[in-house]
């Protein structure tokens, strides 16, 4: 991702998807303006000094999560995402750090989706109408 604009966009807007070792906020893809439909996945890795103090730590849980991103089996949905890996990400083993990113992309396709309409958010289905319940017919021979 390139920009302060669209990491605020994904912050913002994005659905948290959260693991013991990171959490990730994933909204759907949306090509720039003037480019062409790729969809791919375009992923921004951010490691806060908040979470680790020390820049060689830092650097290191970005270059694991990149690496685990990269040989993921299946390959990534067409997303983008901000990843914020815990401290937990440098000494987990590399395999469980590919199996708990594969298993929290896995859930994306149908999480993602814009708030107040499409697919997700806290709306309930509408709940079909009781057999018991029938139209009654207006005066005016309307239903």
Request: aromatic share 4%; glycine share 12%.
């Amino acid at each position: 991702m390139r920009g302060d604009r669209e990491f605020r966009r994904v912050r913002q807007q994005g659905v948290a998807l959260r693991d013991p070792l990171f959490t990730l906020r994933v909204i759907d893809y949306r090509p720039r303006y003037g480019e062409a439909w790729r969809p791919s996945a375009i992923i921004g890795i951010v490691v806060a000094k908040k979470t680790l103090r020390r820049a060689v730590d830092r650097n290191r849980a970005r270059r694991r999560v990149r690496e685990a991103l990269r040989t993921l089996p299946g390959g990534l949905p067409p997303c983008r995402a901000v990843l914020m890996p815990n401290p937990g990400v440098l000494t987990v083993p590399f395999s469980e750090l590919q199996a708990a990113l594969a298993r929290v992309l896995s859930q994306v396709p149908g999480r993602v989706g814009r708030k107040g309409g499409g697919q997700g958010g806290n709306r309930r289905p509408a709940s079909p109408v009781p057999a018991s319940v029938t139209l009654q017919e207006r005066p005016g021979g309307e239903t």
